[in-house]
């Protein structure tokens, strides 16, 4: 069963048969939230203001806007964002604002996204924890949906954001807005693919950047290719997708690496921004965890309603 799933998984039709198998899949590998916000005070709590303040989740990459890029290097440009894309946003312990990337991917329920582990691992409280699809310029045209559970494979916890880079992948799973509307109802979602190969030629990465000059930041959007990347780092071990394109500073973590579906007519999500070092080190070169079917086993448990394990 396992194996017909995955085989299921790398043609985008997952979804359709996870009622039948989650019952066989361990529920082992995940990491509980604090319970939700209401969605009415979710949706008052982050307002434009608030949403503006936040700052990136910290990682390696700088968040100042870097230097041109060299003219090999794809180039990234500022739009409004797709429905399915959106961004986490909280407060942790120290009462500061944070924010990073998800994707809303398709499922029985209607109401799961899939991120960087990096973002959601920290132990520090995630208070009014909530997603925004498609934020842009202070707006939230779609609503809030609160965090109900985010599901994190154990060896990231156990192993840590280097050791355990190979997992940095994260299933979240989604309250109603305040109508009671799911958020894939709402904005749609993509299909996520397991083993799909390092190499792509036509890849488009989005990420939200965390910019001091930049009051209400736009994401960012880039057409490029990835390949494999494989560690020299013996404290950061695996292979990894790699991709090049300009001016991914901090913040876009969680940020999707999306392909054409089979026969073009919406995206498989294939990476996330993370992994390698959270990211990468530079903003022009950004990396995710190879998906594999570890998140299809946390997929199925956030399907199921496994209640999340702790770290």
């Known amino acids: 069963m396992r194996r017909f799933l995955r085989h299921l998984a790398l ?61 090999a290097v794809p180039p990234s440009h500022p739009f409004d964002g797709l429905p399915q894309v959106g961004t986490f946003f909280w407060t942790d312990g120290q009462n500061t604002g944070r924010f990073c990337g998800g994707t809303v991917i398709r499922s029985p329920e209607y109401n799961l996204v899939v991120s960087a582990a990096h973002c959601l691992r920290s132990p520090n409280p995630k208070r009014h924890l909530s997603f925004v699809p498609q934020y842009h310029d202070g707006l939230k045209p779609h609503g809030v949906f609160p965090v109900e559970a985010i599901y994190i494979d154990q060896r990231y916890y156990d192993r840590g954001t280097d ?34 190969g390092y190499t792509h030629r036509d890849v488009r990465l ?82 995710s965890s190879y998906f594999t079917d570890d998140l299809l086993d946390l997929y199925i448990d956030a399907v199921d309603g496994t209640p999340p394990a702790h770290s």
């Open 163 to 196: 050791g355990g880079a190979r997992w940095d992948y994260t299933v979240v799973r989604l309250a109603p807005r305040e109508d009671g509307t799911e958020v894939q109802e709402a904005v749609g979602g993509f299909d996520f693919a397991i083993d799909s």
């Open 11 to 71: 043609r985008g039709l997952v979804a359709l048969l996870l009622g039948l198998a989650a019952a066989v899949v361990p529920g082992s590998l995940a990491a509980a939230a604090a319970g939700p916000p209401s969605a009415s005070a979710a949706d008052a709590y982050w307002t434009p203001e608030r949403m503006a303040a936040a700052l990136p989740v910290p990682t390696g990459k700088a968040e100042a806007p870097p230097p041109a890029a060299a003219e």
């Open 206 to 287: 989005i990420g939200y950047p965390g910019s001091s000059d930049a009051k209400y930041p736009k994401p960012l959007d880039c057409s490029s290719s990835t390949h494999r990347y494989r560690s020299t780092d013996p404290k950061a071990p695996g292979d990894f997708l790699e991709i090049a394109c300009a001016g991914y500073v901090g913040g876009t973590s969680g940020g999707p690496f999306l392909v054409r579906n089979r026969d073009l007519t919406g995206y498989l999500l294939i990476g996330v921004i993370g992994g390698y070092h959270t990211g990468g080190d530079t903003p022009d070169i950004s990396y």
